[in-house]
């Protein structure tokens, strides 16, 4: 069986890791003005470095910084682009007790542009650390679907653009490609962008919402597609560019649920990224049937292994999962993940720190068993 080289791997994982206590304090001293921002980083470099270690330790070929200078898995990138405003996201009580994160508002009030090299200064950094042979540094960072799924088109200013196609489109499309050719300059071939909005058009509760703002639920996987793809148009040479989709991670909650059905073709047939990291962790995902869109050149991470709870799945009922996808596409086009990050925001999910070592341990040593390799 073919073994692919590079990124994704056989055994990989979506990128965010639960920050330490030491961390966590240090980002509410800052908060509160008792360290700087340079005191704060000096402590995100100690974290990074020690997660860093971890990722070799565990035996994982992709390495990312654990997200650990981010609150937000996507706030604090689309924020930095120019022509962008966010608000801070708002905690809120479910009927359950349980809290989650009410989707934030994202604005786009002028001409989107790449202001400043968002990931560089963090992606060297990262690259700096890695000591392992033949580890690569991944960079993750948000769909550019979020800058129009949030608010559609009355969250994006029609002074500045009176029509969105095709000069919104392009201008994201270029921010995103210069940030993407500043990483590959800094030597950075690997990276990832999160896109819960896909998913979220598998839900029929958030296809009402989008059909509320005036979208047309069944038109938007089409033209997300094709809006990604003008980022992928500036993707530069020797860059693997993957998406993963997420229902939602905050605190072991999520947002949405249902089939891929709704968005499959548009996501594996007509989107032209290299890789799909799929969430596949319970029944909330559906089956494997849309994965018979998937082209012959392509690559679909499955995450059978949840980072919402500690419980450690079977490796008997990892393989039989495994199979059953291979029904609808090869097995050499297939690999194997946790679901999501273990930490999407700053606040983690609730498990114990020494689970991620345990599900990132079963990922590689499944993926070593079903493929030969990790």
Known sequence: MTIPLNPPFR???????????????????????????????????????????????????????GEF???????????????VKTDVPVIVKRPDGKEELAPPAIRVIDKVRHAVNIQLADFEYLKSQIQAPGAIPKVTIPS??????????????????????????DDVARAYGDELKALAAAGCTYVQMDDTNLAYLCDEKMREAARQRGDDPDELPHRYAWFINKVVAHKPAGMTLAIHLCRGNFRSTHAAAGNYEPVAEALLAEMKVDAYFLEYDDDRSGDFRPLRFLPKNKLAVLGLVTTKFGQLESKDDLKRRIDEAARYAPLEQLALSPQCGFSSTVHGNDIAVEDQRNKLRLVLETAQEVWGDR
């Not at 890791?17 to 240090?26: G, H, I, T, V």
């Not at 921002?37 to 992709?62: K, M, P, W, Y």
């Not at 200078?69 to 022509?83: A, E, N, P, S």
């Not at 550019?144 to 489109?169: C, K, N, Q, V, W």
Request: hydrophobic share 35%.
């Open 11 to 65: 055994a990989d994982h979506v990128g965010s890791f639960l920050r330490p206590k030491y961390l966590l304090e240090a980002r509410e001293a800052k908060a509160q003005g008792q360290i700087d921002a340079a005191q704060l980083r000096e402590v995100e470099d100690r974290a990074i470095t020690e997660i860093v270690r971890f990722q070799e330790e565990v035996g994982l070929r992709s390495i990312t910084d």
């Open 144 to 169: 550019p679907t979020m800058l129009h799924f949030r608010g559609g088109r009355g969250g994006i200013s029609r002074e500045a653009y009176p029509e969105l196609d095709p000069e919104f489109y």
């Open 69 to 83: 200078r981010r609150t937000y898995f996507h706030i604090d990138f689309l924020q930095q682009l120019g022509g």
